[in-house]
Every structure is written in C-alpha cells, then in structure tokens.
Nanobody, 121 residues
Framework: QVQLVESGGGLVQPGGSLRLSCAAAGSIVSINRMTWYRQAPGKQRDLVALIITSGSTTYADSVKGRFTVSRDNAKNTVYLQMNSLKPEDKAVYYC???????????????WGQGTQVTVSS
C-alpha cells in the first residue's frame, strides 16, 4: 500500500505564496504521474497540475504562470509552489499519485487526504 501525506496548506493574503508538499510512503516500486487537484465548496474536483516521470508538466489554464509543480524522485515527493494567489484559488488541494507496489503488477491510483488553502485578506 501507499500512503500520501500532504502538508503546506493554510491561510494567505491575496498575492501571497504557499508551497504544498505530498510525500508518498510505502513499498513503492515506481511512480508514474504525480498530480495536484483542487476542489472548492460546491464544485467538482479539478486538475491543477501534473508531472510525469520525465519531468514533463501540465497546468490548468487558471494557474499557468503562477503555479509550479515539481518532484523529487528520490524522496517520492511532489511539490506545488503557488505564487500570486487569488481568492478564487481557495480550495482543498489533493495529491494524486499513480504508483506500483509490485514490479509485475499494475499502476494503482492513490489520493492524499487533502489540505486546505484559503486566500483572504
């Protein structure tokens, strides 16, 4: 099994910055994609940013130029650096990882518990 531990959320003023972290622990053989999603109250969960093994990244249009996703493969950790935060960025941010725990098995999807980000003056 794989456990995802998120950290870094909190309250920040508009224009401020936060850095989220998501560490994957367990008997991990390989991690494919590492992704951040967010869900605002009453809305669906949307993709924010993803990074694959090669380092290639994809971002939602709403965060391009403000957010940066990165990963440390040695630590099985993905980060989300969020700059120039806006009130509309307020949401619960979830880490999602596709990983193998068996070299001959399939990739399995795992979700973190979520971390609250609030942007308010």
């Amino acid at each position: 099994q794989v456990q995802l531990v998120e950290s870094g959320g909190g309250l920040v003023q508009p224009g401020g910055s936060l850095r989220l972290s998501c560490a994957a622990a367990g008997s991990i053989v390989s991690i494919n994609r590492m992704t951040w999603y967010r869900q605002a109250p009453g809305k669906q969960r949307d993709l924010v940013a993803l990074i694959i093994t090669s380092g290639s990244t994809t971002y939602a249009d709403s965060v391009k130029g403000r957010f940066t996703v990165s990963r440390d493969n040695a630590k099985n950790t993905v980060y989300l650096q969020m700059n120039s935060l806006k009130p509309e960025d307020k949401a619960v941010y979830y880490c999602y990882v596709r990983a193998k725990v068996d070299i001959y098995g399939p990739f399995i999807d795992y979700w973190g518990q979520g971390t609250q980000v609030t942007v308010s003056s």
